[in-house]
């Protein structure tokens, strides 16, 4: 599996982004997920959905405001981002496992990477 994420820049507070990763390899039934991760601290989830739809998941200080998606036909997954904040500024990172009944909030239960894109947010 292979991930490919972008679609970060900078923003005004209130705008919004959307985030892609283009994901190429076995993906099918994989759990994905959205981390971000702040200068100076540990990575966070975002948000996690399974690859062929449904049964998603969100951090608190993202839920109503973030949405997590997945376009089959196209294999990638998507992170829309209404109403940023500034602290809302990190890199993001999408990622992927095989693995099942996880906690997939936890970044150690996922086993593929993309590289990140960062995403910045002014007041």
């Known amino acids: 599996v292979q991930l490919q994420a972008s679609g970060g820049g900078l923003v005004q507070a209130g705008d919004s982004l959307r985030l892609s990763c283009a994901a190429s390899g076995r993906i099918w039934g994989n759990r994905m997920g959205w981390f971000r991760q702040a200068p100076g601290k540990e990575r966070e989830f975002v948000a996690s959905?399974?690859?062929?739809?449904?049964?998603?998941d969100y951090a608190d200080s993202v839920k109503g405001r973030f949405t997590i998606s997945t376009d089959n036909a196209k294999n990638t997954l998507y992170l829309q981002m209404n109403s940023l904040k500034p602290e809302d500024t990190a890199v993001y990172y999408c990622a992927a496992t095989s693995l099942f009944l996880r906690d997939y909030s936890d970044p150690k239960v996922y086993n593929y990477w993309g590289q990140g894109t960062l995403v910045t947010v002014s007041s």
């Open positions: 959905i399974i690859w062929n739809g449904g049964s998603t």
